[in-house]
């Protein structure tokens, strides 16, 4: 589970906009990366006063069928709103929201043992609905290696 997390954290942080984006959008994207680990610091921050476990050990689990079915619902409409605004400079925001709750969520799942159950299956239900997302809209995938190809091809 942590590395779900951090594999979409990692992803945020270098993976998106991708290299043919325009400067103002990488811009925008950049300043909303640190801006959500400037979030992630001031959450950290408020917690100075709350008493935290540090702990890997995975609990039993569970299954919680509403915050999995909301969360994949929300990780589909996630998804199709990034399709949306890849190529403007609202990227920035949506990267500052990503960043700070992905970051925060991968804090409180090590650190805020009480949550860990509703965190994982958030986690693992916004991925099942990015994922299904790219399985019913494959566009974007297609489109942007016909970029990388185009470009290859122009040099």
């Given at each position: 589970m942590p590395l779900i997390l951090a594999g979409l954290l990692l992803f945020t942080l270098f993976g998106i906009p991708d290299d043919m984006a325009d400067p103002n959008i990488k811009v925008?994207?950049?300043s909303g990366k640190w801006a959500g680990l400037i979030v992630l610091v001031l959450f950290i921050i408020?917690?100075?006063n709350r008493e935290l476990?540090?702990?890997f050990k995975i609990p039993?689990?569970?299954f919680a069928i509403w915050p999995t079915l909301l969360s994949t619902a929300a990780g589909f409409a996630l998804?199709?709103?990034f399709d949306l605004i890849k190529r403007t400079?609202?990227?920035g925001i949506f990267i500052l929201a990503?960043?700070?709750t992905t970051s925060i969520t991968f804090y409180s799942y090590i650190f805020i043992t009480n949550v860990r159950s509703t965190v994982v299956f958030i986690a693992l239900g916004i991925t099942f609905g990015v994922l299904f997302h790219e399985v019913l809209f494959p566009e974007f995938r297609s489109e942007k290696l016909k970029e990388i190809?185009?470009?290859k091809n122009k040099t």
């Open positions: 925008s994207a950049r408020s917690q100075k476990t540090f702990s039993a689990y569970g998804s199709r709103f400079r609202v990227l990503l960043v700070a190809n185009d470009k």
